[in-house]
């Protein structure tokens, strides 16, 4: 009987382990790991070539010297001077400085970057952005924050071009002020020579200085600040303001680098301005070319450089020129009649005969 029970007990143990296997194996297995899912690959970073930023920082550095051109002139040789200073720009480079200092200060509108950026981080999304910016730079104004970007541009640049506008009409001014000095009335010595300076610093592109270049840089790239507060500007824009829109648009999504810069210089082509610099150049050597006393040098330097260039400007940004005063009123002409009345009343009466 004990063997019975014996067996029995194995017998048992045996068959309880035999379903806890059973059981087990006919238990579901565990869940899978949840799959890893790839992040996405982050946007590019901004870029703005080094080319562009030296050419925007030329275009803010000639400003800035022109505006301060002094009116006031004690002798030949600081006429000259200032005439070099105003006549060292070339059109064309010029107006590319201008679009991309425009590109610059559209990119400090953190509204207009991080509404681009959002398109940079969809790689299919941000190629069919570009090509449409490079076909039509109007794609710019379509993103949120444009409208304060603009009003960067124009009130900047416009203020800018105001200043050098404001600065030409001293000098020119003074054109008239100094013929009151005898030496004003000299000759100018070489005047061939100066016309032909003019020429030579006016098909040579500005230089730019390194330590505006770097502070350029680091603000287009989202370091240091320019210190700028955007104001909304309703459109229509210009084009230079929206060819500034285009190229910070086309840094936020990090096709604005050296590999790019050949199609950005045909973006940033504006035929209205272009044609409105290299006017200002034909006058002023027109101008040079007949002008003889130092006091129409001055007139040459205050009309067809700093007015010129600054109106051009002012224009391209789309701001405005203050309103010139009315002449002054001219006297009211004397009638024939009347002249005729004046001239019998002021005739002597022959004397009366002596009876």
């Known amino acids: 009987m004990r063997s ?41 970073p901004i870029t703005l070539s080094t080319s562009l930023v030296e050419r925007a920082s030329a275009f803010r550095g000639y400003m800035a010297r022109a505006a301060a051109v002094s009116s006031t002139f004690q ?26 200092y425009a590109a610059v200060l559209a990119l400090q509108d953190p509204t207009f970057v991080s509404s681009v950026r959002e398109v940079a981080a969809n790689a299919a999304q941000r190629q069919q952005m570009i090509a449409n910016i490079f076909s039509n730079p109007s794609y710019a104004t379509v ?42 009335k000299s000759f100018v010595v070489d005047r061939d020579g100066r016309l032909a300076s003019a020429k030579t610093l006016s098909n040579t592109p500005a230089l730019a200085e390194s330590a ?41 999504l990090g096709a604005a680098g050296d590999d790019n810069l050949t199609s950005i210089d045909a973006l940033s082509n504006d ?47 789309g701001a405005s020129l203050p ?12 009638s024939t009649k009347k002249k005729v009345a004046a001239k019998k009343g002021s005739a002597k009466k022959p004397a009366a005969k002596k009876s």
């Open 4 to 44: 019975f029970s014996r067996t029995r007990i194995v017998l048992t143990t045996t068959a309880v382990a035999l379903a806890a296997l059973v059981a087990a194996c006919s238990s579901p297995p565990p869940p899978a790991p949840p799959p890893v899912v790839q992040a996405p690959p982050p946007p590019p």
């Open 75 to 100: 002798n030949g040789d600081q006429i000259q001077a200032s005439l070099k200073v105003g006549a060292a720009y070339e059109p064309k480079s010029f107006l590319n400085g201008a679009v991309a």
């Open 143 to 184: 993103f949120k924050g444009s409208d304060s970007a603009a009003g960067l541009i124009i009130d900047t640049i416009g203020n800018d071009g105001l200043k050098v506008y404001m600065a030409g009409k001293a000098v020119k001014q003074s054109a008239y002020d100094v013929q009151k000095a005898s030496w004003s």
């Open 212 to 252: 505006d270049v770097a502070v350029l840089q680091s603000a287009s790239t989202g370091g240091q600040s320019l210190g700028l507060t955007p104001r909304a500007a309703p459109a229509p824009y210009q084009p230079v303001v929206i060819r500034g829109l285009a190229v910070a648009a086309l840094a936020a």
């Open 271 to 317: 035929p209205g301005t272009s044609n409105c610099l290299s006017m200002a150049k034909l006058n002023l050597y027109q101008c040079l070319a007949v002008a003889k006393p130092h006091y129409e040098d001055i007139f040459c330097l205050g009309q067809h450089i700093l007015m010129d260039t600054g109106a051009c400007m002012v224009k391209a940004a």
């Open 323 to 334: 309103p010139e005063p009315p002449p002054p009123p001219k006297p009211e002409p004397v």
